[in-house]
Structures are given as C-alpha cells and as structure tokens.
T-cell receptor, first 111, second 114 residues
C-alpha cells in the first residue's frame, strides 16, 4: 500500500536560518497538501500542489512538487519564531484517492 | 463561519467508562473525518463520512470504537469501554467535497483515560 515518508522528524534551527522538510511517496500522487500545526493547536491547511514540477510561494515559504509526482518539499527562508510547529504533508494517491498524512516534521527555533 | 466545532475540549475519564466526542462540521461541507493524534503514531485517520455515510472505517482500531453521523451537521465518536491506551487528541475535520479536498480541522478533544 501507499507509504508516506516525511523527513526529518525533528529539526532545530537558529532563528534566521533556512529550513526544509521533505515528503516522499512510494506511489505516484494525484496531489499533495501541506498543513501546519502550532504547539497545542490543530492542523491548518497551507497549500495544495497538483501539477508535476509545480512550485508555489507564500511569503518565506516555498513548496515544490517533484517531476515524477512522488515527492514534495517545503522550504522556509530565514526562519522566525512564528514558524515553530509541526509541518505535515498529506498525500493523495493516484490509485485509490485516499488521503494519508505523514508523521510530520517538528520545527524548533533557537533564539 | 465558526469553523469546525468539537466538544468537549478536554475529557478525563476512568478506564471502562464510555466516552462520547462530538463534532459539528462547517456548514455546507459534505465530508467529515475523525483523526486520532499521539506522539508515537502521529495523525491517524479513524473514519471518514461523505454525505453522512461512512465510506472508510478501516482506521477504527477495534469494536470499542464507533462513529455516527445522523445528519449533515453532527457526528459522534464513541469509545466503550475506554482504556488508558485510548488517551490521545481526537480531531474532527470537514471538507467541501471529496476526501481529497482541503480539510478544515476542529480544535480537538484531549482525552485522558486513567
């Protein structure tokens, strides 16, 4: 069945440094979604990627969908303390239209 | 819009007791999801409804768990009898159309079973 691998599991960065999390799938995806969960909060939708090779930006966040539609990345430029939280990818497989969340990458910012 | 509403926000109960979690999805949304989140297992989909009908309940851990959606604006997740390993945060989410659309999560119910 479909497997979602999200790496790294944890990341500590100094404030101002960049951060990247990766999401990989064992199957070709129809689309991928990214969510952010602040500590003590609930997952909040950030963006959806649909097209092969798609790149979308939201201020300091850059989202990319791989050419083969099997992987995706989220890059944050010059992290700020407000970026603290867990970033989840949610994959939708071509095969069975099920949405599966990755285990998330927990980002901690050192002041 | 009020967003997805869940109650209670916190629940502490003793092993063996029945627990009922409640969810009101966003008005007009056709799909509703129940998730369980723990440190060990992450975010797990328990069950998903579309137009009030359970479509996929393969994530429901065992017979102690049951979920209902009697109408478009209300769903319950029941655990009977509860066990300490059921302690987790339970999220309800809704989406406009199919299960592959953007999901809007409620604030969650933090359940502690002693």
């Amino acid at each position: 069945g479909q497997q979602v691998m999200q790496i790294p599991q944890y990341q500590h960065v100094q404030e101002g440094e960049d951060f990247t999390t990766y999401c990989n799938s064992s199957t070709t995806l129809s689309n991928i979604q990214w969510y952010k969960q602040r500590p003590g909060g609930h997952p909040v939708f950030l963006i959806q990627l649909v097209k092969s090779g798609e790149v979308k930006k939201q201020k300091r966040l850059t989202f990319q969908f791989g050419e083969a539609k099997k992987n995706s990345s989220l890059h944050i430029t010059a992290t700020q303390t407000t970026d603290v939280g867990t970033y989840f990818c949610a994959q939708v497989s071509n095969r069975d239209d099920k949405i599966i969340f990755g285990k998330g990458t927990r980002l901690h910012i050192l002041p | 819009d009020a967003g997805v509403i869940q109650s209670p926000r916190h629940e502490v109960t003793e092993m063996g007791q029945e627990v009922t979690l409640r969810c009101k999805p966003i008005s007009g949304h056709n799909s509703l999801f129940w998730y369980r989140q723990t440190m060990m297992r992450g975010l797990e989909l328990l069950i998903y409804f579309n137009n009030n009908v359970p479509i996929d309940d393969s994530g429901m851990p065992e017979d102690r768990f049951s979920a209902k959606m009697p109408n478009a604006s209300f769903s319950t997740l029941k655990i009977q009898p509860s066990e300490p390993r059921d302690s987790a945060v339970y999220f309800c989410a809704s989406s406009l159309g199919q299960n592959t659309d953007t999901q809007y999560f409620g604030p969650g119910t933090r359940l502690t079973v002693l």
